[in-house]
């Protein structure tokens, strides 16, 4: 059996993104792959970084053939950023949901069955992909369900396990409203570890106080800083995981941080507090530079970038398993993700809808069902 199907890509060429909806060969699996049709599969701000990472939205323009595709003009401070990937077609899409509808020999027990997966390529009517990639979905779940059971809850479960392996008692998160913030909440109220989550809305707060969280704050606030200060007095925590980025919340959360530890000094230092203060940074949702102003958080701190895989690589097979075990035991709990809106394969390269899920807004998650044209 050999399935065609569209599949949703990225390229760059010359100075431009291009965005367009190819039809391809989804070919016959090999003994250990299975073909997935796709029925859901989630937009995530690191999918947007693949699908429009360096363009400039504002000049976005419809490409003048049949097909449906875009065009955007590619920043020039970002140009030497994709050099590498010019004239690359590059598939989308990190993970996804569907049901298997061919199997290689040895995994024809997976016929029919409804599975998550991670892999790429899952802005496509179809998915060919190595049995050992997907997680059977329980017979109660729903693609839906299944579509985002990988990155926001590996991410949330493993900022836990980082902090937990580095020595810290309790979490700062930025962006902290978000589906994946959620998820972040849940785990620290079930694991017994103080999380303070900031946001930038009394709505993103009064989302995370509906799931109980203890400590809410609103950076737009005059008096965050003194508050956050205070929050991590009462809390301890000394790790961070900034979503943002781009500008100085990062800076003002380790400035925080020194300036609670400075309250427990006996004596004064002019390098700072001995307590080490660690910020990880995860996201791009302000894409401008971080800015640090180092000598207001002595010499003790670390900044870091933070990724999924590399983090699963040196976890290990047994903490990696032991974290997708508590996923599919959660999926409708703890790891259940809200969609404010579904759309159709060629429906996301409609312009309004892409402007719309290129904001990135808290709150607002969209999902793709190829199936809807």
């Known amino acids: 059996m050999s399935l065609k199907g569209r599949e949703l890509r990225s390229t760059v060429e010359g100075d431009r993104l291009i965005l367009t909806l190819e039809e391809v060969d989804i070919g016959d699996p090999a003994d250990d792959e299975i073909v997935v049709r796709v029925e859901a599969a989630p937009i995530n701000p690191s999918d947007i970084g693949l699908l429009l990472g360096p363009a400039d939205v504002a000049s976005l323009e419809r490409l003048d053939n049949d097909r449906p595709g875009l065009s955007f003009r590619i920043r020039e401070a970002r140009l030497a950023s994709v050099a590498g990937r010019a004239g690359q077609s590059m598939a989308v899409g990190n993970e996804g949901a569907g049901t298997v509808v061919a199997t290689g020999s040895a995994v024809s027990s997976l016929m029919g069955k409804r599975v998550g997966m991670i892999g ?50 309790a979490i700062v998160h930025t962006a902290a409203a978000s589906n994946l913030g959620q998820m972040l909440q849940k785990i ?45 007095e009462q809390t301890g925590a000394t790790i961070a995981f900034d979503a943002i980025g781009g500008g100085s919340l990062g800076s003002e959360i380790m400035q925080a941080m020194e300036r609670a530890s400075v309250r427990g000094m006996a004596e004064y230092s002019r390098y700072g507090s001995t307590v080490f203060k660690q910020l990880y940074i995860y996201g791009a949702l ?85 199936s809807r044209g």
């Open 120 to 169: 790429g390529a899952m802005y496509a009517d179809y998915r060919r992909i190595r049995a050992a990639d997907v997680i059977p979905l329980p017979e109660d779940a729903s693609a839906v369900d299944g579509a985002a059971m990988f990155v926001n809850p590996l991410t949330a479960l493993g900022f836990v396990e980082t902090a937990r392996r580095e020595g810290h008692k």
């Open 188 to 232: 620290c109220i079930a694991d017994g570890i103080p999380l303070i989550n900031i946001v930038r809305s009394e709505e993103q707060a009064a989302i995370l106080k509906a799931i109980g969280a203890t400590w809410v704050l609103n950076s737009k606030d005059a008096d965050f800083a003194a508050r956050l200060a205070d929050a991590i």
């Open 286 to 370: 302000d894409t401008s530079p971080t800015v640090l102003n180092r000598l207001a958080f002595g010499f003790q701190w670390g900044v870091a970038g933070w990724l999924l895989f590399p983090f699963m690589q040196k976890a290990g097979p047994e903490v990696a398993a032991r974290m997708r075990e508590r996923v599919v035991r959660e999926l409708k709990t703890t790891f259940a993700s809200n969609y404010t809106r579904t759309v159709g394969l060629a429906e996301a390269l409609e312009p309004d809808v892409l402007r719309a899920y290129e904001r990135k807004a808290t709150g607002e998650k969209f999902l793709i069902d190829p």
